[in-house]
């Protein structure tokens, strides 16, 4: 049905990923988990949000650039992806930019 | 052209419909059911929301009438809470929301990109059942006793206070969610990837540039509603402490997310509006839209600038001073993009041939009102007057000359323009353009007054209020009577016209657009063949040249 843009997109979605980089992948996400079981059990202050944060966007990020094909994806497609990050971000900034200044000047 | 009209109908002897279309393609109910065709889901789509549009119609009348006087004697005001609030959640999330983009865009994008549907016909379909399930939901909520959390569903209020029906009102918004997002979706895929050969993205019409912004924010922005509402219902059901200050939540984080969502959706309600205006004033003025690409950008900034400015919906809710200062300076850089578009449409009309038939007049409608509208946002974006008229009347006369002046004038302008397309036939024109003016008194009559009682302080949301408002109210109940002749028409004279109405041929409006120069109504494929994009949107010397061609080589 479409006219152009055609042979790029086919392009992509004929990639093939080779079974030792989706397994490579999944041990890794597994290491991770273990990795943020581990770290539960030592109490590092405020940065207990901070490492399960991190290695909680680590493990999503493998799984948006390799399992869901986004490494090997046309350009138009990561816009999208990445579309979907700054809005997110914007929700998260702006939200806490009002948090963390509802008390300045009240005290 | 000096000629009071530019409609251009085939010999009414000779004419007739042509017999293979997508309305005769396939028959009975099945065809419907199960079709694929945009077009067809379109029509399923435009009876649908008419329906809705009608109910909460019968709903703005009950407030209206309660409102007729002081006291609170038509019904109890728990019961008001319920009409009012049912009806802001039956027009906002099934009818304007889907109004221009999942009936006229359905119908008529495919066609103006050259292509035979939408990327996604399967994906089409199952938004018009989401849609209807929404519908069914929404119905369901309302025989069981309704939900009066106001259209915003206000937490704490609805986690917490109420014993109304707040989680099925909640699940029937989240599925109507997901309908716009499936329709979002389709309509960036399409746009991407099935324009036809010589359609640049310069060439579009700004129809289509208009929803494509729209299906941007329908796409990123729904989902955060659909977490929302997740999370008030957690809230009321398990206690999970996000919004309850007594388990370390924050109603005001419902608010940020609520309104994240909510105040692009005031711009997926209006941008494929403004896309209609652009097509229509430009063929009733025989012009190219001046600055077409200004109009096109205005879109995408709308779109984008729309997701900066939520929180000028809770500048007396205890945020940050600081943040609603920013947030007041951003609401006001919103507001530019759309005076973009009324001055550029206005540049349009200048040295136009202008012509008034039915949409033109809808269309110089919602310029008047969208403008008004628009501007009293900037009065409530501004933190200090806001203080004043938040929570009043005015807020409500606001929204409604942007959605109703604004959306529903454009959503009218649309179907009366591309009806023709859609039937085959033309609607009456004489008694439309009535129906136009109606509407337009009626609205004034209705929601001006509703300005000035915000300005004198009568709060919004109360079954009663004191005597001394009571002349402005009677004057705005009259206009809803007014205005109710208003849309009853066009369902009465549209249906005449479906059996007869005069026959329209392909391109009655001499419109440039690639829907018209194919036959009404369409072919299920649209074209015969795949058209080539040779010219730039709205080139009518182009068109006369076609025309000149057509009649030298008959
Ligand atoms: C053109 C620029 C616009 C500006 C600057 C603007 C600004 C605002 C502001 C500041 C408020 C909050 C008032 C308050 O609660 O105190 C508001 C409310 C509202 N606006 Fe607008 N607005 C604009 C356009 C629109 C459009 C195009 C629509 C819809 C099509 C819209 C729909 C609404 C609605 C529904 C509310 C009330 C929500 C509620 O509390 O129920 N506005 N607007
Ligand atoms: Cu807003």
Redesign the pocket.
Known sequence: MSQHAEPHSREAELHIVSPKVYVAVALSLLALTAATCAISYIDLGVFNAVVALAIAVIKASLVVLFFMHMKYSSRLIKLTAFAGLFVFLTLISMTMADYISRAWGRW | MSSATIVNLPDPSTARIPKMNFLTRENGLLSWLLTGDHKRIATLYLISITFFFFIGGALAGLIRLELLTPQSDLMAADTYNKVFTMH?LIM?FLF?VPSVPATIGNFVIPMMVGAKDLALPKINLLSWYLYILAGGVMIYTMMVGGVDT???FTAPLSTHYLNTNVISAGLAVFIAGFSSIFTGLNFIVTIHKMRCPGMTWFRLPLFVWANYAASILMVLGTPVLAITLVLVILERTIHIGVFDPAYGGDPLLFQHLFWFY??P???I??LP?MGVISEVISTFSRKRVFGYTAVAFSSVAIAVFGFF?WA??M??MGISNYAALVF?LL??L??VP??IKIFNWAFTLYKGSITFETPMLYAIGFMGL?TI??????????TGT?IH????Y???A??HF??VG??LMAFLAGIHFWWPKWTGRMYPEKISQFAAVVTYIGFNLTFFPQFILGMLGMP?RYAAYPPQFQVLNVFSTAGATVLGVGYLLPVLYLTWSLRYGAIAGSNPWQATGLEWQTQSPPLTENFTEIPIMDHEAYDYEWLERQQAKEVASV
Do not use: K, N, P
């Open positions: 802001g906002i304007l106001g259209w915003t909510s105040h959706a005031v711009y309600m209006i509006g400015v000028h919906h500048f007396i007041s609401t006001m919103v507001a759309s005076a969208f509208g628009g501007m009293t946002g900037i009065f409530l974006g501004a806001d008229l938040t929570e009043t005015f807020v409500v606001h929204f942007v959605m604004g959306m919004r």
